[in-house]
């Protein structure tokens, strides 16, 4: 089975973003049923080797799922995340499960480092303890993109970024909910995944399981 989630030209999907810190899971699902109407009539792949062959996997916002995916084993489940191709890949008892979009670090001092790694912490809900906004007493926006460093203006206070389904792994690094609209290296390190994806790795992995970056 294949989820679709393709990109409408960059200035309509950053339209439908209102101005808030980040934007909310109720905001990707918008984007998602916009991907989707555009795209409905387009014909893909049902096997993952074909999924992989087409031209477009590199920039494609599609994910594939397997019947792999029914199973659960957390203690025989990882996650693979392609650092080249900006994708990521659940295994499951040694098959693939679902191949999925991804957003990692920024080329420059926030590369998402390479290496084999173990979860550390799972939170359903999570915000970011550097990264995020200032909002005013009545939470409105007061200025964007900020660290938790920055001195807020008066009668502001730093509110942190969401970053939903959190899955710790190295660090502060992550893998969370996030944009991925930009399909090059754009995070300060975690690796961002669309809402649906970041649901089913969470489900299905557990402290300690594996995340192997490459």
């Given at each position: 089975?294949?989820?679709?989630?393709?990109?409408?030209?960059?200035?309509?999907?950053?339209?439908?973003?209102?101005?808030?810190?980040?934007?909310?899971?109720?905001?990707?699902?918008?984007?998602g049923d916009e991907w989707?109407?555009?795209?409905?009539?387009?014909?893909?792949?049902y096997r993952w080797e074909d999924f992989?062959?087409?031209p477009n996997y590199r920039t494609s916002r599609d994910y594939w799922r397997g019947k792999a995916l029914e199973q659960y084993n957390p203690a025989n489940s990882y996650v693979v995340i392609l650092l080249k191709e900006q994708r990521g890949r659940l295994y499951i008892n040694g098959q693939i499960a679902m191949d999925f979009p991804v957003c990692t670090g920024r080329v420059g001092g926030s590369e998402t480092p390479r290496?084999?790694?173990r979860i550390s912490e799972k939170k359903r809900e999570h915000r970011s303890?550097?990264?995020?906004?200032?909002?005013?007493?009545?939470?409105?926006?007061?200025?964007?993109?900020?660290?938790s460093s920055q001195r807020p203006p008066a009668g502001a206070h730093f509110k942190?970024?969401?970053?939903?389904?959190?899955?710790?792994?190295?660090?502060a690094i992550g893998l969370h909910v996030g944009n991925i609209i930009e399909r090059t290296g754009q995070s300060h390190g975690c690796v961002r995944l669309p809402e649906e994806p970041s649901a089913i790795l969470f489900s299905k992995l557990e402290v300690g399981s594996r995340v192997i970056v490459k």
């Open positions: 089975m294949l989820m679709k989630r393709n990109l409408l030209p960059l200035f309509v999907a950053a339209a439908l973003l209102p101005a808030a810190c980040t934007p909310t899971a109720e905001d990707y699902r918008r984007m989707d109407a555009a795209t409905k009539n387009r014909k893909v792949s992989i062959a087409s290496g084999t790694f303890s550097r990264y995020g906004c200032f909002v005013d007493a009545n939470d409105n926006l007061v200025r964007a993109n900020v660290t942190g970024s969401k970053m939903d389904y959190w899955m710790r792994f190295n660090g």
